[in-house]
């Protein structure tokens, strides 16, 4: 090996190896964020929203109380920091294959993109996705379906959302995303763009085959509890597995068929 080749390789491992303490520092700092949520209790939701004592007090009114613009926002920051903590993992080796990619362009003399520019188009989606999440969580406790335990009350609805995730899995448009999210060199070579704005719209794009690979099965977490970190974890589990374990694409499928049998199970029990 020629010294030229050594150290290209030294550097190769070194960006590869900030990159991925990177992910695993910003992924901590998440599970830490949430797990002081989960620690503190109702608390921890007091701190989270500052009315929720209030809403504990009226959970039983027929009249919701109303969340302030402050409660949104701090209810969309838990959302979207936890989706970093469930997804980020997940999408590594797309990040580390666009840090790749781009390193062999940068070598040939190349404009070079910073990796955080691709990582951060891929977290707008999912900050879009938690906005989303708040709003529909926000339109469950106005219709007084959600408990302040934040899982919704309704065995019916949550059978309902049992069957639609387990369905979903199934889907043609679910395989069509989960083969993109499985296939980070396809990915980054036929869809490249240039420029930060070029890497700004790859995250974006990746995010989005992300989104309409794992958003279904998100929803789960109004059913298992948005703060029970236990369910939390089984689900960043299950998006892993799809997307990293070589047998994932059969284990989607199987997930399927549990989701659509408890789903059915609960809606024939709330009978």
């Avoid at 309902?160 to 043609?172: E, N, R």
């Avoid at 990915?187 to 989104?211: I, Y």
């Amino acid at each position: 090996m020629t010294a030229g080749n050594s150290s290209s390789l030294r550097l190769a491992l070194r960006d590869r190896a900030a990159i991925i303490a990177a992910l695993i520092g910003v992924t901590a700092v998440s599970w830490l964020y949430l797990l002081r949520l989960a620690g503190q209790g109702m608390a921890g939701m007091d701190a989270l929203m500052p009315d929720m004592p209030d809403m504990v007090a009226g959970a039983m009114s027929p009249m919701p109380m109303p969340w302030t613009p402050v409660d949104f926002a701090l209810m969309v920051a838990m959302w979207w920091a936890m989706m970093v903590g469930m997804m980020l993992p997940g999408a590594a080796p797309m990040i580390l294959t666009f840090a790749t990619v781009n390193r062999r362009k940068r070598e040939r003399g190349q404009p070079f993109l910073p990796t955080f520019v691709f990582t951060a188009g891929y977290l707008l989606v999912w900050g879009a996705f938690s906005l989303a999440a708040t709003l529909a969580q926000w339109g469950l406790e106005q219709a007084a379906l959600m408990l302040p335990t934040m899982k919704t009350g309704s065995a019916i609805l949550g059978g309902m959302f049992y069957v639609a995730a387990g369905l979903y899995q199934w889907t043609p448009l679910k395989q069509a995303c989960l083969t993109n999210c499985r296939s980070p060199l396809d990915f980054v070579l036929n869809r490249w763009h240039d420029g930060w704005t070029g890497a700004l719209r790859m995250g974006a794009e990746h995010g989005a085959f992300c989104l309409g690979c794992c958003a279904v099965l998100m929803a789960l977490l109004f059913v298992g509890g948005v703060m029970n970190l236990a369910w939390v974890a089984a689900v960043s589990v299950a998006v892993a597995v799809e997307k990293l374990w070589p047998a994932g694409r059969r284990v989607s499928w199987a997930l399927g068929g549990a989701l659509l049998l408890a789903g059915l199970l609960r809606l024939a029990a709330s009978g």
